[in-house]
Each structure stands twice: as structure tokens, then as C-alpha cells.
């Protein structure tokens, strides 16, 4: 396990995941039942964009750093009141105006929460689960596993609540990890059939893409669909050209606030000529 999440906070990849998986938390609390965030490769919760790591890549200057921060321009209205949940949190970490520290996913879901909703955060790495677990110490709505992803979403599901949203973000180190995604997601679903999963790829080959997706269709599993944003073309397949989230059980609405969004997205955060996004159908809606 050499990944470490600290070179790529704040990216591109990061701001679509975590402001869908914001879009996803407050549609969830529409309703006053509770429901439980299942993190399964966490990272360490909250990450510090003035560290040598973070300043060696600058990834997240073509990320948060266009949307807010001292260089950012003001966002359009729509699309700012879809981000203000998401932005707010990531502002509450940061001087006024500035943009020093960036949250991962844990740290943003769980600011999310009301008090009757959990989290479960999963992290395998042994010194970021440490530093997971000090981020939540005597945090009485999140819990943090040193567990493997894979093996939480079996373990973990179905949550006893019996609504939720899972985050399955793996570092895509290992070879075959679009498969072992395909797998997971079956499995999940196997077990929690009604949650909403969210499942983040890179976008390098676009041939590998295509492959995946077909995969992904054949699950035949209902309300499977994936976002993609595109922040160049794809003519180098050793690039992060874009990222994607497959998302099955996207909650109501979900496409309609997407289609506000992803257009202000995919211009703000295009690293060379325009980027564009696309949602796809792989299965019935
Ligand atoms: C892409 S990062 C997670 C970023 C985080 N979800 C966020 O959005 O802020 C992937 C994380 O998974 C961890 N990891 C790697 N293999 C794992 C496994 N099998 N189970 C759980 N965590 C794992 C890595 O240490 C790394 O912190």
C-alpha cells in the first residue's frame, strides 16, 4: 500500500466526488429517518494543501483552488446553491478567503450529519487509521474500522438502519482493480439492494472504460449509472484524463441537479482545452 491520498487532495476527481456524494447526503436527510455513511478506503479525514506532498503535485490548484480561494471567480448562483453544503464545509476549515486545508470524505460526510445518522469509516493503511481514529476520537456518530474496503462491504452491509449511501474510492494501485470494483458492487448489492453506492474510477484508457462499463451492464442490476467528467482528451492513456462515479439507486433528482452542475464543473476544473461531462444509463433508470 503505497497510495497516499495527501499528492491528490482537493483534485478535480476529488471535488466531483465529494460534491456528488454531498448532492447524495443532503437528499438523504429530506427525509427525517436515519441513515449511515459507509466509507470503505477512507483516507485520513483531512488534509493539509501547504504540506510538501500536496505543494509537490499542486493537484488541487486545477481543484478546490478553482472554485474557492483567492484566484477562484464567483461561482454562477445555481450551481452555487447546489456546492453551498459541500463549500461551506471545506470554507468552515479555512481562513476567510483562503484555502489552506482540504477535507476528505469522512471529515465531509460526517459535517454533514444530523445526530440521528452515522458513519463508518474504513481505512487499511495502519498510520492513516491512526490518524483517522484521532480525527474521531470520542466522535459518538462515526465509527473508524482498520479494515480492508472489500471486506467491509460485506461485513457492513446491511446497515440496521436500512438506508445509506456507500463510498467505495480505492486507490487503483493494484491491477484489476475495475473488476474487483464490478465485484464489490454485486456483492453490495447482494446484501443492501436499496442503498445508493457510489464507486470512483479513473478515467486513463479509454478502451479500459469501455470494457469496465460493459461489465458493469451485465450485472443487470437496476438504476446503474455513470458520471464522468473529462478534464482533457484522452490522448495519452498514462494520464488522469478524467474520473468517474458509478452510481447505482441515484436518489430522486439527482440528474436534475447534475445537470446544473456538471456543466460549471467541467468548465472550471478542464486542465487543458474544454472539458465536458456526460451521464450514462448502463441499466433502466
Ligand atoms: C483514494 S484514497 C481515499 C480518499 C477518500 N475516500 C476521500 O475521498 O477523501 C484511498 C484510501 O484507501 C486506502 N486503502 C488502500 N487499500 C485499502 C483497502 N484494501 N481497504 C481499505 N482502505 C484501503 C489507502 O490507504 C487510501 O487512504
Redesign the pocket.
Known sequence: ?N???IY??GNFA?VV??AVLTLVIERLKLKDAPFRVI???????GYDLGSEEAQKTGEWRTGIGRLIGPDAEPLPAPAAALLAPYLDVVRALNPPGEIVRYP???RLARALLRPQDRLIA????PQ?AVSLRGAFARDKLTQVME????V?LKAQLPPKERRGVI?V???FEAPGEHDRLVEALAEGARRFATGIYLL?YPIKDVAQIRAFKRRLAATALPKLMCLELMVREPHDPRQLNGSGLVILNPPYELDAALAVLMPVLADRLAIEGSGRWSQEWLTGK
Open positions: 500500500m497510495y497516499r491520498h491528490h487532495a476529488d466526488k465529494h466509507d470503505t478506503h477512507a483516507g485520513i479525514g476528505g470524505s469522512p474504513n481505512e487499511l493503511h492513516d479494515l480492508d474496503g472489500w467491509a463510498l474510492d480505492p486507490p470512483w
